[in-house]
């Protein structure tokens, strides 16, 4: 174990935290405004990077692949939203899981009908190409340096918007009081799809950014979609602070155990043994802390306020 290489593990962890972010931040947002569990979030992920893939193959430029990527999840969202989920909102959580779980099989499908099952991608941009220089000898991906300044700027727009505007003080009313808010003249039903729009192109966003150095593939978000409720549950349900820094730490702490549990048995147990326990507790560090958090603290480590 050296500095180069926890140092690289705590870049990559920081990465797969604001990576994470993207997606929680929608989710939160959803299930702390709406009380709607939406279990088809990790869909808009996965459909951000197959947008990309197809505007890429277009236009030929990773920006306007983007951009475009962007608009398009923002559209298929809303149209999620008007035909199937606001149907919904009145329901129970059950049949909220049961029929978002249908959307999931259903959009997966589709996928693979549309981009077929093998798994595509898309180069990164030439000027994110190449390594920055951050230890004597050592150089970071560009592009990975890029994702995490990216998911730190949006976190930082998310935050201005949800604490200093006028469509984040109703977005917080109506996590805290819904119905006071409506009485009150507010459309409900119209902050409700405009905070499920954004919420699904920050998912889109994170699967546009993945698609250069992950599998853009069927399937996909279903992984991220279970880190992600891990994340909410960690930081505090409706909290967008709460999202960040619970973001943070699974993306440190997954990466890290990943690395370095097996190298840490190995300090008191018989390699084979270590090559064994290793893997398998740091698989379930993440639901380890997240349960040691529901103990001491059921809330979440930042709830939202009303909750």
């Known amino acids: 174990m050296t500095a180069t290489l926890v140092a690289v593990q705590v870049l990559n962890g920081l990465q797969l935290g604001v990576l994470l972010f993207l997606v929680a931040a929608g989710l939160t947002l959803v299930f702390g405004v709406m009380d709607f569990i939406n279990l088809a979030h990790g869909v808009q992920y996965m459909l951000g990077a197959y947008l990309a893939v197809t505007f890429y193959g277009l236009t030929g430029n990773f920006f306007a692949a983007l951009v475009l990527a962007l608009l398009a999840a923002l559209a298929f969202g809303l149209l999620l939203e008007f035909v199937v989920f606001r149907h919904l909102y009145d329901r129970d959580h059950l049949d909220q899981v049961l029929a978002t779980f249908g959307v999931i099989l259903f959009l997966n499908e589709g996928v693979r009908i549309v981009w077929g099952a093998a798994p595509l991608s898309y180069p990164i941009p030439e000027m994110l190409k190449g390594t920055i220089p951050l230890i004597e000898g050592f150089g970071y991906p560009i592009y990975r340096v890029a994702m995490i300044l990216a998911g730190l700027a949006t976190a930082l727009l998310l ?3 949800v604490t200093r505007t006028r469509v984040g003080m109703l977005v917080r009313a109506g996590a805290t009081n819904p119905r006071m808010v409506s ?5 409900i039903r119209r902050l409700f799809m405009i905070v499920f729009g954004f ?3 920050l998912a889109g966003f994170a699967g546009v ?3 250069p150095i992950l599998s853009v593939e069927p399937g996909m978000g279903d992984g991220v979609l279970i880190l992600a409720f891990v994340v909410i549950v ?3 349900i409706g909290s967008i602070r709460g999202a960040f820094v619970s973001a943070l730490i699974i993306g ?3 990466t890290l155990g990943r690395s370095f549990m097996t190298d840490i048995f190995k300090a008191f147990l018989a390699p084979a043994a270590a090559n064994q326990v290793g893997p ?3 698989s379930m560090l993440i ?3 997240m349960a040691g958090v529901l103990f001491f603290r059921p809330s979440g480590l930042f709830p939202a306020a009303g909750r």
Request: aromatic share 8%; charged share 10%; proline share 0%.
């Open 280 to 282: 398998a507790i740091a």
């Open 183 to 187: 009485a009150l003249g507010v459309d």
């Open 159 to 161: 935050w201005v918007l």
């Open 199 to 201: 919420g699904a192109m």
């Open 287 to 289: 639901y380890l802390l």
């Open 234 to 236: 960690i930081g505090g």
């Open 252 to 254: 440190l702490v997954d």
């Open 209 to 211: 950014m993945s698609g």
